[in-house]
């Protein structure tokens, strides 16, 4: 009887209070213009990016499949997490159900894990491109394509279930306060008042699976292309293969480092202010970097675009 009457006491959190990114009303007002204008304006890159590879035949190719994919992905992304960002910025620490906070930690938990693969079958792309050109239009046919965008999609919405179930059945009895900006692993972990061994571990072999599995995959493809770019006879050839891999390159560096280095650790991080600027990085700044780093410098594009406003024009 004792014993039921202390779970139950412990189980008896239904809300957290997100502290936010500063808790400094001084900053909060510029840097709330900061974000909303980042937001939006990562809003409106990833969907131009969507819009024209749908509406332009010469942009429907794998690489801008995948493309289309990740903007879809980073739109979902953002509006994940900048909300409760912007709102804890707006009117200082926010209180989040903790129905609303398993949400969001779900949907955030899909995306990271689907970006990471969807990274993966682009580095793969490009192996095929540079180190397979021949054989490219039987490997990267459209049900290959559909096949591993799908597969990312699902296995990100598989892997959020098994670790938001886990997270969600722990027991927090207080206190409720998430020094953050959204509902995060680590944050919750730390909250935890009951044993999060399982949970941990769940947590750190789907680090294994997704992060350094894919970022194997990645690397693999990227070392192959390296090899085959250094056997190429001309100066122009290895310049041209080069330039095609480069953006990719820059968006793997940047996410992976930021996101391994939060979750393939122990996820009972202390140091929690690092790792709020940790995930501005791949939360905020990425998804609105990705277009620009991808397209900036793409012809492809940019003669779509082109074509797109000379068209809205007449």
Not at 88 to 104: D, E, K, N, S, Y
Not at 126 to 138: D, E, F, G, M, N
Request: with cysteine.
């Amino acid at each position: 009887m004792e014993r039921s009457l202390e779970l139950g006491n412990m189980t008896r959190v239904q809300e957290f209070v997100l502290l936010g990114l500063s808790t400094s009303p001084e900053t909060r007002g510029v840097l709330f213009a900061a974000f909303l204008t980042l937001y939006l304006l990562t809003l409106l890159e990833n969907a131009l990016i969507v819009f024209l590879v749908c509406s332009h035949s010469e942009l429907h190719k794998p690489m801008y499949f995948f493309l289309g994919n990740l903007s879809c992905l980073e739109m979902c992304y953002v509006s994940v997490t900048m909300p409760s960002l912007l709102e804890g910025l707006w009117t200082g620490p926010c209180h989040v159900p903790f129905p609303a906070c398993m949400t969001q930690l779900f949907f955030f938990i899909a995306l990271i894990c689907t970006e990471c693969t969807l990274l993966a079958s682009m580095a793969c792309d490009r192996y095929v491109a540079i180190c397979r050109p021949l054989h490219y239009p039987l490997l990267m046919r459209p049900q290959v394509c559909l096949g591993l965008a799908g597969t990312s999609w699902l296995g990100g919405l598989l892997v959020s279930v098994v670790k938001t179930v886990c997270i969600a059945s722990l027991s927090y009895c207080g206190p409720n306060v998430l020094n953050h900006f959204f509902c995060d692993v680590s944050p919750l972990l730390n909250l935890s008042c009951t044993h999060v061994a399982l949970t941990e571990l769940v947590d750190f072999l789907s680090a294994i699976v997704i992060l350094w599995g894919s970022l194997l995959v990645a690397t693999a493809s990227y070392v192959a292309i390296a090899r085959a770019v250094l056997r190429m006879p001309s100066a122009a050839a290895r310049l041209k293969a080069f330039s095609t891999c480069a953006s990719h390159l820059v968006v793997v560096g940047i996410f992976y480092s930021a996101t391994l280095f939060i979750y393939a650790r122990p996820s009972r991080m202390e140091a929690m202010d690092l790792n709020k600027v940790l995930s501005v990085i791949y939360t905020v700044a990425t998804p609105m970097c990705n277009p620009v780093i991808y397209c900036l410098r793409n012809r492809e594009v940019q003669a779509a675009f082109r074509r797109t406003l000379r068209g809205s024009r007449g």
